[in-house]
């Protein structure tokens, strides 16, 4: 055996034998013949440790937050609200759930799930959850759904989010993309079919 092909085939017994349980180094030649072992043990590194358990504390806590959030229905809406608008401008794509390639329902479901929240996936499941609210009683965050196509054989077709000052957000159409929408002076205020408070 060349001196190349020998250290090739320590490297190689010792990368596995390495890996097994028994936590052993050992080197053989060629004929199997062990020409080198050692038992290898393992040094307790206390600081790693520490950092692994204050990590596992953190999350820990976060995890208590978080429940306690779901708990109360109180959220933060202002962030939500910003997430929404960085999306103006991108496109629609029908049946998207993703940045840039949104539908109605799929943007939605997008920031609420920023938010923790789970939401169903079309805009029809969506205008059954949440508490019902009148078009008078509208806060920011609340889910505005729309009748935008008789054609589909169903009372819900499109959905928005609605932003305070009569306007409202929506992934709307290939051609139009995310924008915003005033609620009561324009077409969608005769198409308008509900309103849902998913989070206080």
Request: charged share 30%; with cysteine; aromatic share 12%.
């Amino acid at each position: 055996m060349s001196h190349k092909k020998f250290i090739f085939f320590i490297i190689i017994s010792t990368t596995f034998l390495l890996s097994s349980q028994n936590n052993i180094f050992i080197i053989k030649d060629k004929n199997g013949k062990v020409i080198k072992d050692k038992k290898i043990n393992h040094v307790k590194n206390v600081y790693f440790d520490d950092l692994i358990k204050e990590q596992k504390e953190l999350l820990k806590q976060i995890d208590k937050l978080h429940k306690k959030r779901l708990e109360s229905g109180f959220y933060d809406k202002s962030k939500m609200l910003k997430n929404a608008k960085n999306h103006l401008g991108e496109r629609y794509v029908w049946g998207g759930t993703k940045p840039n390639a949104f539908d109605c329902s799929g943007y939605m479901q997008y920031l609420y799930r920023k938010e923790g929240v789970e939401l169903p996936r079309t805009a029809y499941a969506q205008s059954k959850v949440g508490k019902k609210v009148s078009r008078f009683e509208l806060k920011k965050g609340d889910l505005l759904f729309f009748l935008t196509d008789k054609s589909r054989g169903i009372p819900v077709t499109h959905v928005g989010m609605y932003l305070g000052n009569d306007k409202f957000i929506h992934a709307a159409s290939k051609k139009k993309g995310i924008i915003i929408s005033s609620f009561s002076k324009s077409r969608y205020s005769k198409l308008f079919v509900t309103a849902r408070r998913i989070i206080k």
